[in-house]
């Protein structure tokens, strides 16, 4: 399961008050791998999620590297229009029966961040906190001497992170002063695909860690049965249009050794909301009725226990997932 993407709204056909009805306008951009202008469409399509504006958009290919990205993109200073209210980051409720398999699922997952940065006193960061939800579960299932830090540029989400307690700041990784103070970790879930310049974060996550910290991301992955059936339009992980980069696992590879990482092997993740979402998309986009579209939620149970069983058979025989995590170490010198 996805700890940060998973996330459709409750119905695509109802769009929420905040929905607008003017396009938004729209920025040309080049590959931020390699700098090169010239791309190829490969995926066309709207915001079926949550319905902010009536633009269509499209992934390209770059013509020199492969990189996949959104051009043309939303402004930077559009990005409040682009994520609603009620945006997941942000969400609370949602199915409770869900919400408490999630909790334990992800706290499993603590013991790699155990056995990552070691018992004692730790610093890690975790870059686009949301409402505080990882950090939670750090705390809750880590180790009581870890110093939890979070980061993000949503003013509000920080503010909720304050009110449970942590030490969270509001703003962009590229422009944190961690006063000379460096970290052990830095855990970067399901964001590195939103945001405008990848390689500069890489470069400044390098930068705060501590000599051989790591750098831990999640991300899109483009490979999975889900992406090769729905990649033409519907896919759930491009997200129009708050998804701007989307990584291969070599390309992710390629931008973390450029920016100073020694990278291990990739590991697939399950990838529930990915197949949710796209069957969603195709439906709404198809014309189908509402209540067979509001099914395809992605918090329905009885959805998200197959393609849990779908994706844990293919990633346990070794087979690629559209979810993938890559661990990064801080090379020296």
């Known amino acids: 399961?996805?700890?940060?993407?998973?996330?459709?709204?409750?119905?695509?056909?109802?769009?929420?008050?905040?929905?607008?009805?003017?396009?938004?306008?729209?920025?040309?951009?080049?590959?931020?791998?390699?700098?090169?202008?010239?791309?190829?469409?490969?995926?066309?399509?709207?915001?079926?999620?949550?319905?902010?504006?009536?633009?269509?958009?499209?992934?390209?290919?770059?013509?020199?590297?492969?990189?996949?990205?959104?051009?043309?993109?939303?402004?930077?200073?559009?990005?409040?229009?682009?994520?609603?209210?009620?945006?997941?980051?942000f969400a609370s409720g949602?199915?409770?029966?869900?919400?408490?398999?999630?909790?334990?699922?992800?706290?499993?997952?603590?013991?790699?961040y155990r056995e990552l940065v070691g018992e004692g006193p730790r610093r890690i960061l975790d870059v686009g906190c949301g409402n505080g939800r990882l950090l939670g579960l750090l705390r809750?299932?880590?180790?009581?001497?870890?110093?939890?830090?979070?980061?993000?540029?949503?003013?509000?989400?920080?503010?909720?992170?304050?009110?449970?307690?942590?030490?969270?700041?509001?703003?962009?990784?590229e422009d944190f002063d961690a006063d000379g103070r460096g970290f052990d970790a830095v855990i970067m879930l399901q964001l590195i695909e939103h945001v405008e310049d990848p390689v500069a974060i890489c470069r400044r996550v390098h930068g705060l860690l501590r000599p051989g910290g790591r750098f831990v991301v999640e991300t899109p992955n483009l490979a999975g049965i889900d992406y090769r059936l729905f990649r033409r339009s519907w896919w759930g992980h491009y997200h129009f249009p708050r998804h701007w980069n989307l990584f291969s696992t070599p390309s992710l590879r390629r931008m973390l050794e450029d920016a100073g990482f020694e990278v291990e092997p990739a590991e697939y993740l399950i990838s529930t909301s990915a197949w949710t979402?796209?069957?969603?998309?195709?439906?709404?986009?198809?014309?189908?009725?509402?209540?067979?579209?509001?099914?395809?939620h992605y918090q329905n149970p009885l959805l998200l226990a197959l393609f849990v069983a779908l994706d844990w058979t293919r990633a346990r025989l070794g087979l690629e997932t559209s979810n993938q995590r890559v661990i990064a170490r801080r090379r020296e010198g």
């Open 140 to 173: 809750d299932f880590g180790c009581p001497d870890w110093e939890l830090v979070g980061i993000d540029r949503d003013a509000d989400a920080a503010a909720a992170c304050r009110a449970q307690g942590f030490e969270a700041h509001a703003g962009r990784v």
């Open 1 to 89: 399961m996805e700890s940060r993407s998973s996330t459709a709204s409750s119905s695509a056909a109802s769009p929420p008050e905040s929905s607008l009805r003017t396009p938004l306008s729209l920025v040309e951009t080049q590959c931020v791998l390699c700098g090169a202008a010239q791309a190829e469409a490969v995926a066309t399509g709207r915001d079926f999620e949550y319905d902010t504006c009536p633009n269509r958009f499209r992934f390209v290919r770059c013509a020199a590297c492969g990189h996949l990205y959104l051009s043309p993109r939303p402004r930077v200073a559009d990005l409040g229009l682009i994520y609603p209210a009620n945006y997941y980051a």
């Open 277 to 296: 979402i796209s069957l969603h998309n195709w439906l709404l986009d198809h014309g189908w009725p509402g209540p067979l579209v509001r099914f395809f």
């Open 94 to 112: 949602g199915n409770p029966l869900v919400a408490r398999l999630r909790r334990v699922w992800e706290g499993g997952k603590i013991r790699l």
